[in-house]
Nanobody
Framework: QVQLVESGGNLVQAGGSLRLSCAAS????????MAWYRQAPGKERELVAA?????YYSDSVKGRFTISRDNAKNTVFLQMNGLKPEDTAVYYC??????????????WGQGTQVTVSS
């Protein structure tokens, strides 16, 4: 099993910055890719950024957000610059397993609230 704990969510003004962290513990050797998702009220959860041997960004955050990973500390970060009110959401950390022997499903954190005021 893998446990994910997010931190760093806060209330910030438009144009500001935040850095989210997600610390993984447990069977971290089983983790392949890690990612950040977000879910705004009344909307579906959406993929924001992912990192493995590649990095991926959704069009809505490309150029403003940066995902990074410290494998030694089993931690993934999301640096968010130029925040907009539409970035307001609960942000969830996600980790996918290397193979089915490790897990048949992804692991999720509990979420951290990001609120951007205009």
């Amino acid at each position: 099993q893998v446990q994910l704990v997010e931190s760093g969510g806060n209330l910030v003004q438009a144009g500001g910055s935040l850095r989210l962290s997600c610390a993984a513990s447990g069977d971290t050797i089983c983790i392949d890719a890690m990612a950040w998702y977000r879910q705004a009220p009344g909307k579906e959860r959406e993929l924001v950024a992912a990192i493995s041997y590649f990095t991926y960004y959704s069009d809505s955050v490309k150029g403003r957000f940066t995902i990074s990973r410290d494998n030694a500390k089993n931690t993934v970060f999301l640096q968010m610059n130029g925040l907009k009110p539409e970035d307001t959401a609960v942000y969830y950390c996600n980790a996918s397993p290397v193979d089915r022997d490790c897990s048949t499903h992804d692991w999720w954190g509990q979420g951290t609230q990001v609120t951007v005021s205009s």
